[in-house]
């Protein structure tokens, strides 16, 4: 079995799409679930993308955060 991902940018030709498709026998459809990802997943990401604040001290963080 072969697959092939297709990304639709325009959501109102999805019903024409799914109908086309389904009319070709030996294809299905088979909806993507999306993996929520756990919060240390987010951590790294936030590194990798350089999403993060360093500061000196807690009470550096403090003052920054106006506490």
Do not use: W
């Amino acid at each position: 079995m072969e697959q092939i991902i297709i990304n639709v940018e325009n959501k109102s030709i999805l019903p024409s799409l799914k109908r086309v498709l389904n009319s070709i026998e030996g294809i299905t459809i088979v909806r993507h679930k999306k993996t929520k990802k756990c919060g240390l997943d987010e951590a790294l990401e936030d590194v990798k993308e350089g999403r993060v604040t360093h500061y000196e001290s807690a009470e550096a963080m403090f003052n920054a955060l106006g506490l």
